[in-house]
């Protein structure tokens, strides 16, 4: 009996010895590689809308086709007008991709010169208000700036003052005049996000404002300056009522 026990202890070692060497020859298991991270674009999706109030602060450059004096008398030339600050302000709604706002300008005098016979013999001032209806159109978002195109249309109130002349008329001491005309603007420039609403605005527009008119003397004579526009460069902010980007 105990060299049966005998035989099966020793059996039961070399089975265990013979299992433990399999498995110590057992290559490594084979583990797939780490995927590279995935790195995604920015985003150029946005879907904010809501009301909003803009106000903007600009340099203009003005510019102005010719001056055209009463029938009878030599048109001026050398026409020469001043450059200056505007200011304005709005308000609108925006909706995706797409903004429509109502903006208020002021643009303070600044001066005219024109020479028909010496130098700088005619003088004037001139200011002017335009009102806009803009609509934009935002061409996508990436890290909070956003790129715009748009155009605008409305009004333009054009005063002109302190006109004097020798040469030109209407002669003498003559009235500020002031005018309505056709006013429409086109421009670019992009936007940048400070906060959840407030916004960084800044932009290049092309505005044409019409034609200013002097008041006539006392014959019904006046001179007309002709083609008034202005390549403006603005800076504003843009305050968002509602939260641009709610929580889903």
Excluded: C
Aim: charged share 10%; hydrophobic share 40%; no cysteine.
């Amino acid at each position: 009996m105990a060299s049966k026990k005998f035989i099966v202890g020793v059996a039961s070692a070399v089975v265990m010895f013979a299992s433990g060497a399999q498995a110590a020859d057992m290559p490594p298991r084979f583990e797939l590689p780490t995927p590279p991270p995935i790195y995604r674009a920015p985003t150029i999706t946005d879907d904010s809308s809501g009301w909003y109030l803009r106000g903007d602060i600009g340099y203009r450059l003005n510019m102005m086709d010719r001056a055209a004096a009463p029938a009878g008398f030599t048109d001026p030339s050398s026409n020469s007008i001043g450059n200056g600050m505007t200011y304005g302000g709005g308000a609108g709604f925006k909706a995706g991709w797409i903004r429509a706002d109502l903006t208020v300008d002021y643009a303070p005098t600044v001066n005219y010169s024109g020479t028909v016979f010496t130098a700088n013999d005619i003088n004037a001032q001139i200011s002017s208000i335009t009102g806009l209806f803009n609509l934009y159109f935002d061409l996508g978002t990436w890290y909070g700036i956003t790129p715009y195109v748009g155009g605008g249309l409305g009004t333009s109130y054009l005063s002109t003052s302190n006109y004097a002349s020798l040469v030109v008329p209407p002669l003498g001491v003559v009235a500020s005049n002031s005018r309505w005309n056709l006013a429409w603007a086109a421009t670019a420039g992009a936007s940048y996000s400070f906060t959840r609403n407030l916004l960084l605005d800044a932009g290049y527009r092309y505005l044409s404002l019409g034609y200013g008119v002097t008041a006539s003397d006392a014959i019904g004579r006046s001179t007309t300056f002709r083609g008034l526009a202005a390549h403006e460069f603005r800076v504003g902010i843009r305050w968002m009522f509602n939260d641009p980007y709610p929580v889903q």
